[in-house]
């Protein structure tokens, strides 16, 4: 199944709808501890928060918490929104890159955040998951 599509938004796949506004307009805190897995249907972790470029009005990245448990010595990992593809079937999000390319992705931890403002960084993030930055106006 093709996943629906924009250019620079999380993909949907599945026939799977709830009731109210859902999948197309949602509530970001509806996806707080989603499951997501990679390409090879591995669960590589959950989505911790849903980052919103204020500015531009769009949602820049999800936060995924990798590892550790309850919440000691988890990594945390910026995930461009353009890369995720949400399975309503599933209740899952899928992300099109490997279980071991996600683990080695550079993260950080709970108490030290990036300036995720900052365009280097930003760019650097985007590149390691194959995106166009939404900031830049490419089309994928």
Not at 18 to 30: C, F, I, K, L, R
Not at 75 to 81: D, K, S, Y
Not at 116 to 125: E, H, I, K
Request: proline share 6%.
């Amino acid at each position: 199944m093709q996943p629906m599509t924009s250019d620079q938004g999380a993909g949907i796949v599945g026939t799977g709808i709830g009731d109210g506004p859902g999948p197309e307009v949602m509530a970001a805190s509806s996806l707080d501890s989603t499951k997501v897995y990679s390409s090879d249907d591995e669960h590589v972790g959950e989505i911790k928060e849903i980052m919103i470029d204020v500015q531009a009005g769009r949602v820049a990245y999800a936060v995924l918490t990798t590892g550790g448990f309850l919440g000691i010595g988890d990594t945390l990992h910026a995930i461009p929104w353009s890369a995720l593809v949400m399975d309503t079937d599933a209740k899952c999000f899928r992300i099109g890159l490997t279980a071991d390319r996600i683990k080695d992705a550079p993260g950080f931890n709970k108490d030290s955040w990036p300036s995720m403002a900052d365009p280097q960084w930003g760019a650097a993030v985007y590149k390691y998951y194959e995106r166009d930055p939404y900031w830049t106006g490419a089309v994928l």
